[in-house]
């Protein structure tokens, strides 16, 4: 298998379980191969993020969401700005960024850079 071909379904789940190694090494391999290939694993990344539980995949996750620039994955996203852990919060940041639709850049419009939080305010009007 080479960087360069389409993934079945078996290897795209086969590699996104990849992403929860101690080894940075595979961790990498892993994410360099679903993101050369990313129109085969955009039907995966949800679920995976779902039950991830690392932050490192979860923000490794979000960067391949924002990747393939699909608006379906924008709520989502955005949920993920609500996240306790500083690491997720910006991974959703870039994400939402790489995205980039008007919708997308409305909620950027409402990060705070410093917290990487929604601004409060803008949620009252």
């Known amino acids: 298998m080479t960087k360069d071909e389409p993934q079945t379904s078996h290897q795209i789940s086969a ?3 990849q992403l929860h190694s101690p080894s940075d090494e595979d961790f990498e391999a892993a994410f360099d ?3 050369n290939d990313i129109e085969a694993a955009r039907p ?13 995949v979860k ?7 924002g990747n393939t620039r699909d608006p379906d994955f924008v709520p989502y996203i955005e949920n993920q700005l609500e996240s306790e852990d500083v690491r997720i919060r910006f991974w959703a940041y870039v ?6 639709t ?5 909620i950027l419009n409402e990060v705070d850079l ?12």
């Not at 949800?46 to 690392?54: E, I, K, P, V, W």
């Open 15 to 17: 590699i996104l379980e």
């Open 33 to 35: 191969v679903l993101r």
């Open 44 to 56: 995966y990344l949800l679920r995976a993020m779902t039950l991830a539980d690392d932050p490192k």
């Open 59 to 65: 923000g490794a996750l979000l960067e391949l969401m």
């Open 95 to 100: 994400a939402l960024q790489n995205i980039s």
């Open 102 to 106: 008007p919708a997308a850049r409305r």
């Open 114 to 125: 410093h917290t990487l939080r929604r601004r409060r305010y803008y949620r009252d009007i």
